[in-house]
């Protein structure tokens, strides 16, 4: 009888991608937490009205999907050996990641806004923001595509209904 034993020695790295996928979902976490819209005239009207992106729904959920996103990558490079689950951890990896993605751009198809009256802007840290979940989706969407899965295995299974049926006649 032959077995197989599993080790639990630290496993190699399972790709670049997944590096760069984590990586850029930290940076948008981070930029999550600085502000992302400031009150354009702040020296005008003497009020330096900057909105943290967490305070607002797009930058918090960019946040929660960012940090999902780390979540999955960090599962993925550290859990099963199996390619199905690794298959599906990343997939989900890159939607989430795609969903992340969806709000700030939604934001600034939408525009700043404004508080109180008073006309909004984008911050520099809303486009460094918008740039690492661009980044994190494409490095997701790569992670995923090269995920390392033998084809499925096609198999022909007999029709026996026909041979069923001349047996009920007969």
Do not use: N
């Not at 840290?125 to 989706?137: D, E, P, R």
Request: aromatic residues 6%; glycine residues 6%.
């Amino acid at each position: 009888m032959i077995t197989s034993v599993m080790t639990d020695t630290p496993r190699p790295l399972r790709s670049a991608w997944s590096l760069a996928t984590l990586a850029a979902a930290l940076a948008t976490a981070a930029l999550c937490l600085l502000p992302w819209r400031r009150v354009r005239s702040h020296d005008l009207f003497g009020i330096r009205g900057e909105i943290p992106a967490y305070l607002t729904p797009p930058g918090l959920a960019t946040l929660v999907a960012a940090a999902l996103v780390a979540l999955l990558v960090v599962i993925e490079r550290t859990g099963p050996r199996d390619p199905e689950p690794r298959r599906a951890l990343a997939t989900g990896c890159a939607f989430v990641a795609a969903v992340a993605t969806t709000t700030p751009v939604m934001q600034l198809i939408k525009g700043p806004g404004d508080l109180r009256s008073l006309p909004l802007e984008f911050t520099e840290w809303f486009y460094l923001g918008l740039g690492a979940a661009a980044v994190m989706v494409l490095a997701a969407g790569i992670h995923w595509r090269t995920q390392d899965l033998p084809p499925p295995e096609l198999r022909l299974v007999p029709d026996d209904r026909a041979e069923t049926k001349r047996q009920a006649r007969g």
